[in-house]
């Protein structure tokens, strides 16, 4: 229990970004939020596939005994992470285009100034 | 034919490449751009066709990406490594859709989205729209499920901001924020499941499933997710924002959109979980959910001055019959009912699902025909169209009709087999879908009444052909269903239905027997 | 970005620094794009770091200088180019009769080394087709980002005409 | 606002009670699929690098979608931020 302490810091940030998209009204603060609740679910993904004492699954200069493959870690969370790092990026790009493009209109980044909720 | 077995990946590979084009060819010429994606969408519909029948007469089909021999998934370790495409009954089906209203859509906008330095980027978005519905639908693998999520919800919101005004860009920011967090919250549920089996692909962890409390947190996180995007009750209020602001054809490809979530959602239910959870309180929360969408829906629909969020509502409301139908056959199985009328109640859910894409599609169509001449979405503000814009009227009348469930077009058919089988579970469900059913059609008289009848207000003039061929694809497919409801319900929606419950099927196609 | 006079310029120092430093950059990102299938780093880590390149020199320059040398439409072309030799290599392994995405080039010439099993100093000339989508996709990803932050700074700077 | 809240609690701890019911930090329960390829992915697509054979071979097909996203992104980005304003 004690040692899940990576996987609840986490939860944790999952939960502040969540209230950030909940609470905030500033829509930078809202895509702020996301962003971190993206790290969250990130870090959630790379942390579930540490093995106690691995090194990372490269076979280039490894180092001399290292055991194949307990000795490794997970390859394929941190795939799946460099996928979805790279969907935060492109979610990101698009969302502050809209923030721009609203600004531009509203002259505000206030989420209440119109009747934009969420 | 060599290239049979490899129909799956060319049917998601083909919109993608095709995508990744466009822009090029547009340095050579806007006709042969426009003539290039229609061509690669009526090459779409084409193979989905070829596909579908393939199913509906020899069963799943499996496609192994990267692997030497696609078709049998290559079990080292036990477990399925690469990704797997899988395809049975209901994917299908669901793509048959996607693909329908993508041609009409398609052929629709070559007039509808005026020239422009953003246009070829519209078509690249579109196309890539339809990638994603199809990669969702016919994905084995439930990362990959996460990822066309995402690429669709990205696309859709790029488009749905086509016009830029601020309430545009206003209904994009909202869908996307929806939908990035129903994807995170699918993404952390597939945490869940890679802590406890190490598997990714839906039939392989359907296998080992043992039902634990992070399967069950992991279920609500998805149905949650799931449920956010489709637009039912409780999340509902992103969609009418982006669904009126959107380009109407993009509307209508937003409606397949979020039907699409309505299948993982179900393929979640069904394959996923299946026999392990409790169907009886599932079921439950599912038909009150559908029963809540529709009076909602329906209910706010009624005082809607703007065309496009009224259909909106309505759109609600008629996922709500979608719901009701699946939530009363998943409460009804396992029990000895089911064969009885539990089947019924799913036949009618899902048939409902194609019949909503196509007379949705067509009622956000005639909505943006009329934009495309008056430009405005008021009601007040139209009048009289019908005595120049006559075909427009006559598609506007059949989607009306379609929709408020009137014999003999296909909304009444499924209707109708919605009716039948949740009398039989409970008389009050019937009576308030068809009390729903009355006020939908009440809420269109009124539409058809103010935009079309009346004396003539403005002088305009009928929409340019392809805009008007658009809108016939799907009127065709319309009178087809409506014409012929028991062949379409014996070939393509019982097919799709007893895939979605014969849950060992789609395990042992992957897993083997 | 538009606190500075000068359409936005920095400093001379930042400016001839920014140059000096571009093309140790860009051959950073080439070792990690090429390298990919040996150490860690990969076509979109590569490729972001030359977005990173792009966008220093636009944040040192002044978008208004540097929309003459790199134009938006340029960028999304070879992010086209980019995505598109993607999709074609995913493509050729269907006309192969094998399947979407099947790594062909393993045991051809061209990067078709396999490395010996267990730890090894690595081969640059191994990997099937994974150097080439690594380039694709770091092609992909500089013009991308590249130009979203270009067509922001633009977009910024017409909004600050307007007030 | 207080419906809000109360979703917010619940979720919260819905999340931390799923991180506490996980395995222990380091400690897996099964890695069936990982050790297959970490142990075959040198043979059979001739990269060192095991996480780019996973990106790039193994679910090559996430990294076409991820691509996918990227474009699509920079192209809604484009659309949205572009010149003409269309009435």
């Not at chain 2, 005639?366 to 430009?375: D, E, H, K, S």
């Not at chain 3, 080439?132 to 990803?141: T, Y």
Request: glycine fraction near 8%; include cysteine; charged fraction near 10%.
């Amino acid at each position: 229990m004690i040692w899940n302490v990576p996987f609840i810091t986490v939860a944790l940030l999952i939960a502040i970004g969540l209230y950030a998209v909940m609470f905030k009204r500033n829509l930078i603060k809202i895509a702020i939020g996301i962003t971190i609740i993206e790290s969250g679910v990130n870090l959630f993904l790379i942390t579930l596939g540490y093995r106690k004492g691995g090194v990372a699954p490269i076979y280039t200069n490894l180092p001399s005994g290292v055991k194949v493959p307990e000795g490794m870690v997970l390859p394929v969370p941190q795939a799946l992470t460099l996928t979805s790092i790279v969907i935060g990026v492109a979610v990101l790009a698009l969302m502050l285009s809209f923030i721009m493009k609203m600004y531009q209109h509203n002259k505000s980044l206030d989420s209440h100034s119109r009747r934009l909720k969420g | 034919m060599i290239y049979n077995e490899a129909i799956p990946a060319i049917l998601i590979g083909l919109p993608l490449l095709a995508a990744f084009i466009t822009p090029i060819i547009n340095l050579a010429s806007r006709k042969a751009r426009n003539a290039f994606v229609i061509a690669v969408l009526a090459i779409e519909e084409l193979l989905i066709i070829l596909l579908a029948w393939h199913v509906f007469t020899d069963g799943i089909v499996i496609y192994t990406m990267g692997a030497k021999n696609p078709s049998i998934v290559p079990l080292q370790a036990a477990v399925p490594i690469r990704i797997v495409l899988e395809i049975d009954g209901m994917a299908a089906f669901m793509g048959l859709i996607s693909c329908t209203v993508a041609m009409a859509a398609g052929i629709y906008s070559i007039a509808f989205i005026k020239e422009g330095n953003g246009k070829s980027r519209y078509y690249t978005l579109l196309l890539i729209m339809l990638a994603g519905m199809l990669g969702m639908e016919f994905t084995g693998d439930l990362f990959n499920l996460f990822v066309f999520l995402e690429i669709l919800s990205i696309a859709s919101c790029g488009l749905i901001a086509y016009r830029q005004h601020a309430d545009a860009v206003e209904g994009a920011f909202k869908y996307l924020v929806v939908s990035n967090i129903a994807a995170l919250f699918v993404l952390f549920a597939i945490a869940l499941f890679y802590a406890q089996y190490d598997l990714l692909n839906i039939a392989a962890i359907a296998k080992v499933m043992q039902y634990t409390q992070l399967d069950k947190i992991a279920l609500v996180l998805l149905v949650a997710a799931f449920a956010m995007k489709c637009g039912a009750v409780p999340m509902h209020f992103w969609a009418p924002d982006s669904y009126s602001t959107a380009p109407a054809a993009i509307t209508a490809m937003l409606v397949a959109a979020s039907q699409a979530s309505l299948y993982a959602l179900f393929r979640v239910c069904f394959t996923l979980y299946g026999s392990l959870m409790d169907y009886q309180t599932i079921g439950l929360a599912i038909i009150i959910f559908g029963l809540l969408s529709m009076f909602i829906g329906v209910t706010m629909a009624l005082p809607q001055k703007d065309i496009k969020r009224l259909m909106a509502y309505h759109a609600i409301s008629q996922t709500g019959y979608m719901l009701l139908g699946v939530g009363v056959g998943l409460y009804l199985l396992g029990s000895s009912d089911f064969n009885v009328y539990g089947i019924k109640a799913m036949e009618g859910g899902i048939f409902h699902i194609i019949n909503h894409a196509m007379y949705k599609g067509l009622l956000f169509l005639t909505a943006g025909a009329i934009y495309y001449r008056l430009g405005t979405r008021n009601l007040n503000e139209m009048g009289g169209l019908g005595h120049t814009m006559k075909f427009t009227s006559i598609f506007f009348i059949i989607g009306a009709l379609a929709i408020a469930g009137i014999p003999p077009f296909n909304g009444f058919a499924s209707k109708l087999l919605i009716y039948e089988a949740c009398y039989k579970v409970s008389p009050i469900l019937s009576i308030v879908a068809m009390l729903v059913s009355v006020l939908t059609l009440a809420s269109f008289i009124k539409v058809f009444h103010s935009a079309f009848m009346g004396p003539k207000m403005h002088d305009v003039k009928e929409v340019p052909k392809s805009m008007l061929i658009g809108m016939a694809v799907l009127t065709f497919v319309i009178i087809f269903f409506g014409l012929f409801p028991g062949w379409v319900v014996s070939h393509i929606v019982h097919p799709a239905v007893m895939a979605l419950v014969d849950k060992t099927a789609y395990i042992n196609a992957v897993m083997g027997g | 970005m538009n606190d500075e006079t000068n359409d936005g310029r920095m400093s001379i120092i930042v400016r001839t620094i920014a140059t000096m430093m571009l093309p140790f950059i860009l051959i950073f990102s080439f070792y990690v794009i090429m390298h990919g299938h040996l150490t860690p780093g990969g076509g979109f880590q590569g490729g972001a770091i030359a977005a990173s390149a792009i966008v220093m020199m636009i944040a040192a320059y002044g978008h208004k200088m540097m929309e003459k040398r790199i134009s938006e439409d340029g960028l999304s072309m070879v992010e086209s180019v980019g995505a598109t030799i993607f999709a074609v290599v995913a493509f050729i392994g269907v006309i192969m009769a094998a399947s979407f995405m099947y790594n062909f080039l393993v045991g051809t010439p061209l990067f078709g080394e396999t490395p010996p099993f267990g730890s090894n100093p690595g081969i640059l000339n191994s990997g099937g087709v994974l150097p080439i989508l690594n380039i694709a996709v770091g092609m992909k990803v500089i013009g991308g980002l590249a130009a979203v932050v270009l067509i922001m700074a633009l977009a910024g700077d017409e909004e600050g005409d307007k007030k | 606002m207080k419906a809000k809240a109360i979703i917010f609690v619940v979720f919260t701890a819905f999340i931390i009670y799923a991180a506490i019911k996980v395995h222990p930090f380091g400690e897996l329960q099964e890695s069936k699929m990982d050790d297959y390829i970490i142990t075959h992915a040198q043979n059979e697509t001739a990269a060192n690098n095991v996480v780019t054979s996973v990106v790039f071979d193994y679910r090559g097909y996430d990294t076409l979608g991820e691509a996918t996203v990227l474009f699509a992104a920079i192209g809604g980005a484009l659309i949205t931020l572009r010149k003409e304003e269309e009435k």
